[in-house]
């Protein structure tokens, strides 16, 4: 069967390195992801790239020659070269670093590179629940939070290239958490994977969550968000509320997204997302009660068709339609 031109789809983020091989129709020919492993620094984080590149190629049996090109979502700044500017939970020591050239040294092929959540927002409106809506935001929620905008069907980056830094807007200025920006009160460290985990790590310590008592196995350390979610589902009350407390400050930050940009939709991913309505309700919750105009109400609000694959899936849409995300001016290409 023929699909078409095929391309190679990377989202190296913080937790785990997700790859998809996948031709021009959305068709997906080969997938695998393995953990990002941060520690490593530069060189391990690029060599997980170039795994996961291997990998696809040698699952599906296809030759580096037969692809349009590799396209990689990153989890911090990049230039269209592949330059990296600046970088959030993968590790020190990227700022200047030219991943472009050290992967061109292994595939001799076309690269596409871009804001992890910029090419999830691509992902999420050429294959995904955005599909054929003009004016979206794709929110991911996960190790870190951020906001991949479209307006008019084009990502829209800023005069800066850094817009949709939701995870970093002050909901609760008095909260006195830290976050690995510097500041106090950000989204992360009340709605992030961190966050969850910690308050679920503080409630068995504490001698509550029961079922989370027992899913921890005696090491509240490695309670997940995925953890926390499996005790909800099996009754625990305490567990459910963690998720509906960061629903309730991720709405507050969303209803002031909605505020300012009007959007017909906004498409929620992440891992974090995988809890569907428990965390999502409480979003919804807080727009509908609370945003203005009125109108704005309406905005719909769902999951990610893609999964925690859009960034992935975004990261080839722009090989397969030879998009540049960080391009400034009129020519830039639609998604």
Known sequence: ????????????????????????????????????????GTAGITEC???????????????????????????????????VQWTVHIGEGWAGYDLGTTLASCFPTAFHFALDVHAAALGEGSFGAARGVSCYVVVTVGTGIGAGIVVNGRVFTGGLGTAGNIGHTIVDDKNQRRCSCGNWGCLETLAGADALSREAIELVHRGGGTRLSVLCKGNPQGITPHVIYEAAQQGDEAAAAIFQEAGRYFGIALLNLVDILAPEMVVVGGGISEAGDLFLDPVREQVRKRAWPPIARQVRIVPALLGNLSGAFGAAAMVLNDIRINRRGEDSPEC
Do not use: W, Y
């Open 49 to 83: 790239i170039i795994e996961t590149v291997r990998g696809l190629l040698a699952k599906s049996g296809t030759k580096l020659s037969d692809l349009q090109g590799i396209g990689v979502a990153f989890a911090g700044g990049i230039t269209d070269e592949g330059i």
């Open 1 to 40: 069967m023929t699909h078409g031109a095929i391309a190679i789809g990377v989202d190296a983020g913080g937790t785990n390195t997700k790859g998809v091989l996948i031709a021009s129709d959305g068709c997906i020919l080969a997938q695998t992801a393995m953990p990002t492993g941060c520690a490593l």
